[in-house]
């Protein structure tokens, strides 16, 4: 993907339509943006599986990166934005519908949302963030290589779950390791199974809790109580979505909470190695920047992992989880309050 990016300017008109009220708005051009005059509108469909402030930082991205490459919102671009409300069959509504408004681009934050834009176009160029494994979802070939009208960014930074495990393993008590996930997420799954991998090189011990939805998550954080010494919570659309839930439980029992993404952590999470989701969501906004300015095709430009890992420490979440901070942490961690 091309770094440099030439700016230029071309006014636009900004919308948001409602899921419900699709029909009833200006639809987005077919086959391209629209010309007004001299002027062209590009409509870029934003479809998120749900709320939760990681996709939110990771759309914030997104758009600044738009707008850095000469596409802003209100003057040159108009964002289409709509939310599942975690149901995949208003996942697949919301991608069907940006085909018939025939949208520029469309912006697919999150596995479900992503697999659901590739199942309803195969010529709308999409990119995608926040997706955990985009080869096993059948996005991409590989990392290396493209889909035919899809790229993007991933949420999984090679190194994150085997690094979480080892400081689990090397720098708390533990010896069990309480797993809460989505089993319908396949990014989730594919995360556990990248858990198991790096738990075989240690002592620890795995115990699963599965949910179906946010109101299940909960009493799956109680399940495991007496059963997990810390909550180990990958990046799950579903419980990280209630994840106050866990937090809840976790600061009762004294059970540390580590994450697989550093938003979790300003919501009560003790520990996580993770990265922006802002930036990830920039990369990929990057990479829209490109296609729109017909600078590259979806196929030319390789998905991307997250530029950046680090460790961060939440002071407060520590004490209530029952956690004494070490002073060898200060060389390896950044800390919040």
Same mark, same amino acid.
């Given at each position: 993907?091309?770094?440099a990016?030439?700016?230029?300017?071309?006014?636009? *008109?900004?919308?948001?339509?409602? +899921?419900?009220?699709?029909?009833?708005?200006e639809?987005a051009?077919?086959?391209?943006?629209?010309?007004? =005059?001299?002027?062209?509108?590009?409509?870029?469909?934003?479809?998120?599986?749900?709320?939760?402030?990681?996709?939110?930082?990771?759309?914030n991205?997104?758009? %600044?990166?738009?707008?850095d490459?000469?596409?802003?919102?209100?003057?040159?671009?108009?964002y289409?934005?709509?939310?599942?409300?975690g149901?995949?069959?208003?996942?697949?509504? &919301?991608?069907?519908?940006?085909?018939?408004?025939?949208?520029? +681009?469309?912006?697919?934050?999150?596995?479900?949302?992503?697999?659901?834009?590739?199942?309803?176009?195969?010529?709308?160029?999409?990119?995608?963030?926040?997706?955990?494994?985009?080869?096993?979802a059948?996005?991409?070939?590989?990392?290396?290589?493209?889909?035919?009208? &899809?790229?993007?960014?991933?949420?999984?930074?090679?190194d994150? &779950?085997?690094?979480? @495990?080892?400081?689990?393993?090397?720098?708390?008590?533990?010896?069990?390791?309480?797993? @809460?996930?989505?089993?319908?997420?396949?990014?989730?799954?594919?995360?556990?199974?990248? *858990? !198991?991998?790096?738990?075989?090189?240690?002592?620890?011990?795995?115990?699963?809790?599965?949910?179906?939805?946010t109101a299940?998550? %909960?009493?799956?954080?109680?399940?495991l109580v =007496?059963?997990a010494?810390? $909550?180990?919570?990958v990046?799950?659309?579903?419980?990280?979505?209630? /994840?106050?839930?866990?937090?809840?439980?976790?600061?009762?029992? !004294?059970?540390p909470? $580590?994450? =697989?993404?550093?938003?979790?952590?300003k919501?009560?999470?003790?520990?996580?190695?993770?990265?922006?989701?802002?930036? /990830?969501?920039?990369?990929?906004?990057?990479?829209?920047?490109?296609?729109l300015k017909?600078?590259?095709?979806?196929?030319?430009? %390789?998905?991307?992992?997250?530029?950046? +890992?680090? +460790?961060?420490i939440?002071?407060?979440?520590?004490? %209530?989880? =029952?956690? !004494?901070?070490?002073?060898?942490?200060d060389?390896m961690?950044?800390?919040?309050?």
């Amino acid at each position: 993907m091309k770094q440099a990016i030439k700016r230029f300017a071309i006014p636009v *008109v900004f919308g948001v339509l409602a +899921l419900s009220g699709c029909g009833g708005e200006e639809k987005a051009a077919t086959n391209g943006a629209k010309e007004d =005059g001299k002027q062209k509108t590009f409509t870029i469909g934003v479809t998120q599986i749900i709320q939760h402030p990681s996709l939110d930082a990771a759309f914030n991205g997104f758009k %600044k990166a738009l707008e850095d490459g000469g596409f802003k919102e209100g003057e040159n671009v108009r964002y289409n934005i709509q939310n599942a409300q975690g149901d995949m069959n208003n996942s697949q509504t &919301i991608a069907n519908n940006f085909v018939s408004d025939g949208v520029d +681009l469309i912006f697919a934050n999150s596995t479900p949302s992503a697999q659901s834009a590739l199942n309803a176009t195969k010529d709308i160029p999409i990119v995608f963030t926040s997706v955990t494994d985009p080869v096993g979802a059948g996005l991409v070939p590989s990392m290396d290589k493209a889909g035919e009208n &899809i790229t993007g960014t991933t949420d999984s930074h090679p190194d994150a &779950i085997r690094k979480t @495990i080892q400081f689990i393993d090397e720098q708390t008590d533990a010896k069990t390791v309480g797993l @809460i996930y989505n089993a319908g997420e396949q990014n989730s799954l594919a995360q556990i199974e990248k *858990v !198991k991998e790096a738990a075989k090189h240690t002592d620890l011990k795995l115990v699963e809790a599965s949910v179906s939805t946010t109101a299940e998550v %909960k009493q799956a954080a109680e399940s495991l109580v =007496g059963k997990a010494d810390v $909550f180990y919570i990958v990046t799950d659309n579903t419980v990280v979505s209630a /994840i106050e839930s866990v937090v809840s439980v976790a600061n009762e029992k !004294k059970i540390p909470v $580590f994450t =697989g993404e550093l938003d979790s952590l300003k919501r009560g999470c003790f520990a996580a190695y993770g990265f922006d989701y802002y930036d /990830i969501g920039y990369q990929a906004g990057q990479m829209a920047v490109a296609i729109l300015k017909g600078e590259a095709k979806p196929s030319e430009i %390789k998905p991307e992992y997250p530029k950046k +890992l680090k +460790l961060v420490i939440n002071k407060q979440a520590a004490e %209530k989880q =029952g956690i !004494k901070l070490k002073p060898e942490w200060d060389q390896m961690a950044e800390y919040i309050e």
